[in-house]
């Protein structure tokens, strides 16, 4: 079902990770994925796993809209701090309804509207994801259980339906603004090492 098309060095201000690139065929769909892991995945303890969906607004222009790029900075360092785990990076904008449909959503956001009832107006079901490919992937590395590091109890059954144990969910919690700030103060405590 999946392939894995490219595998590479991936050195980050996190740490050393190693980049893979997945494709998937789920009968017309083909989905593709970025995946970082660090360390050996086997062993005692199951490794942390992060599900992110692609957030173009969030991950690139530090949107405040939502905290899609705080919880993947989270998960990178708890990662790192463990020296083992994995973020599967799937190219599916906006929880599945695509890079401006999402814009579009947020125009009805800033209408009023919440974000499931943008959605249900664009026509489109509250969360389109499901972990058919993130569950092959893991059976790729041999993962059979895992510490998943999200907000949503709901991926814990979608991940068991692909076949993979949740032995414990650990929340992604980011104060509210104080994420950027966070941001900026890592950055400049960076900053004042490297000087
Ligand atoms: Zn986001």
Known sequence: M???????????????????GFEGQYGDTREECVVLRMGK????????????????????????????RSQL?????????????????????????????????YELQDQGADTVEANERLGFEADLRNYQLPGDILTYFGVKQVRLLSNNPDKIAALQRAGIEVVERIPCIVAPHESSQGYLQTKKQKMGHLL
Not at 42 to 66: K, M, N, W, Y
């Open 2 to 20: 999946i392939s894995k098309v490219a595998e590479a060095n991936f050195p980050s201000r996190f740490g050393h990770f190693r980049i893979y």
């Open 73 to 105: 900075e989270l998960s990178l360092n708890m990662i790192a701090e463990e020296g083992r785990g994995l973020i599967i990076y799937e190219h599916q904008e906006g929880r599945g309804i695509g890079l401006l449909n999402k814009l579009r959503a």
């Open 41 to 68: 995945l086997e062993g005692e303890e199951a490794p942390l796993l992060r599900i992110h969906s692609q957030c173009l607004t969030g991950d690139v222009f530090h949107s405040l809209r939502c905290d899609c």
